[in-house]
């Protein structure tokens, strides 16, 4: 179930993706062949309108659209009917740009749109007790994160997780925040922690688990390998929610911006741990996770991943948006175009070593599942 519900996921959000493309490319006047869903073969065309061929293809991982030039002057049509519209290569430099730019924000407004719907459900948010006292009564601890191969990972102790008490044999702690929780395993680093708490849906069964901290994971002190974050359901009214999911989708951004560029800067320092980049396989299981945990964390969880296909999307990389858009910038810059087969090359080039990317990104998520 959870590998259906990521292609479903992952097809909403290319499809998305392309019809910023198709959309914007259209108000321009510029000509598109082909609006795919799923990529070739061609099962069926469900309809032409204006010179543009909506189809279904046979594999169902995402979707296209075809723009007549964007890979440099073509001859003729390429889906037999008559040519209406102009060639990509001779629409303005700044209708290129927007054209390029088009599919990103649409991935970035359907997580706002998303996250928005998720507020008015009871999106969870993390309460802090200065800046919202009065969420604080209302909210839980939740287990945000666990590190791989620690005493909280070997004993089954997962993210989403509720933790309704932690105590020892002869100690309790009597409110739970992250920070007293923290300070309460380091204080009984030499004992049994048991940690009570929630999982998914089921609101009224708590399960107990017993864990033994351990030295390593943090310099100064043992601990069990957990991040929590102190956690309400935020359910708001329709303006609100749209400005709440204004400001998350902002902060996300620019979180998945800065995380990608110290990525990237340490990868180019040969320091990047590789180890921790997750692909296709690892999502499916995250996906599951989501899932697991209800509708709205499914719909949160779908929007980081649109935020995330937009940012990676930005970079200048050849066949990825941004790869097109420094050329279009390289072509306004020097006024004249780039030979379509220097940009084909490079392009082509480009998308082998993604894939590449992609298949050694795809082992090592294989290989964490043994």
């Not at 007293?180 to 107990?208: L, Q, Y």
């Not at 943090?218 to 999911?245: Q, T, Y």
């Not at 090359?345 to 082998?352: M, Y």
């Amino acid at each position: 179930m959870s590998i259906l519900i990521f292609i479903a996921i992952l097809a909403v959000l290319i499809i998305v993706h392309e019809f910023g493309h198709f959309l914007v490319a259209r108000f321009f006047g510029i000509r598109v062949d082909e609006f795919g869903i799923g990529y070739p073969p061609r099962a069926l065309t469900f309809f032409t309108w204006m010179g543009t061929k909506f189809t279904l293809n046979w594999l169902p991982f995402g979707g296209f659209v075809k723009i007549f030039g964007e890979n440099g002057p073509e001859a003729e049509a390429t889906n037999g009917e008559v040519a209406k519209g102009k060639s990509f290569t001779d629409a303005p430099r700044g209708a290129q740009a927007l054209v390029l730019l088009a599919g990103v924000t649409f991935n970035i407004i359907f997580a706002w749109l998303l996250l928005s719907v998720g507020f008015m459900s009871g999106l969870p948010k993390q309460v802090d007790p200065v800046k919202n006292p009065e969420l604080v009564s209302s909210a839980e601890l939740l287990i945000a994160a666990v590190s791989s191969g620690s005493p909280a990972s070997e004993v089954g102790l997962m993210a989403g997780d509720t933790i309704t008490a932690v105590y020892t044999a002869n100690n309790v702690v009597e409110i739970l925040t992250p920070d007293g929780v923290a300070s309460f395993i380091a204080s009984h680093g030499d004992e049994i922690i048991n940690i009570s708490f929630k999982r998914g849906n089921n609101e009224t069964s708590v399960e107990t688990l017993a864990v033994t901290p351990s030295a390593g994971i943090l310099e100064d002190r043992k601990a069990v390998g957990i991040s929590m974050n102190l956690v309400s359901d935020l359910s708001l009214p329709i303006h609100k929610a749209f400005w709440e999911g204004a400001k998350t989708t902002a902060n996300l951004t620019f979180l998945t911006a800065s995380g990608l560029g110290v990525f990237l800067f340490d990868a180019i320092r040969g320091s990047s741990d590789f180890s921790q980049v997750t692909g296709p396989v690892g999502i499916v299981g995250l996906v599951g996770d989501a899932s697991e945990l209800g509708f709205v964390y499914l719909i949160s969880f779908t929007a980081f991943i649109s935020i995330n296909l937009a940012v990676i999307n930005l970079v200048p990389f050849p066949a990825l948006d941004g790869g097109r858009l420094l050329f279009v910038v390289i072509e306004a810059i020097k006024r004249s175009p780039i030979s379509p087969k220097i940009t084909n090359i490079v392009n082509a080039v480009g998308f082998l070593l993604l894939i590449g990317l992609m298949v050694l990104v795809t082992v090592n998520d294989v290989l964490k599942l043994f």
